[in-house]
């Protein structure tokens, strides 16, 4: 059963940097080749291979050579719902924290930013 965890945790390491996530977001709309997405993530193409690798290898990309050209496309494209939902959740915990401020407004911002 702990087996089960260890693969959730590792799909969910994998996308928890801000690359990854935008390259997961990019391949929401279709497949891409790795220079169409160094061009976007703002990376040098061992860089965004690097990252793509960690996401194939969790089971989130395939990849398809096309001549001399790689693409990646998601494999599981429910993750996008996964993405969804964290977006929900970011939304709703900084509309919490709005009101807390409002309620003390002796608070400053960077006081609101120290207590994340």
Not at 33 to 52: E, F, M, N, P, Y
Not at 88 to 107: D, F, S
Request: proline fraction near 3%; charge should be positive; aromatic fraction near 6%.
């Amino acid at each position: 059963m702990l087996e089960s965890y260890t693969w959730r945790a590792r799909v969910i390491k994998a996308l928890a940097h801000p690359a990854r996530l935008l390259i997961v977001d990019e391949l929401q709309r279709g497949a891409k080749c790795v220079c169409d997405l160094r061009a976007r993530v703002g990376s040098d193409i061992s860089t965004v291979s690097k990252h793509l690798s960690v996401l194939r290898n969790a089971g989130i990309v395939q990849d398809e050579k096309r001549g001399v050209q790689v693409f990646y496309r998601l494999q599981c494209p429910c993750v996008t719902q996964f993405l969804a939902c964290v977006e929900k959740i970011v939304r709703t915990a900084a509309a919490t924290h709005a009101r807390q401020i409002q309620r003390e407004p002796g608070k400053s911002r960077a006081a609101f930013r120290n207590s994340k």
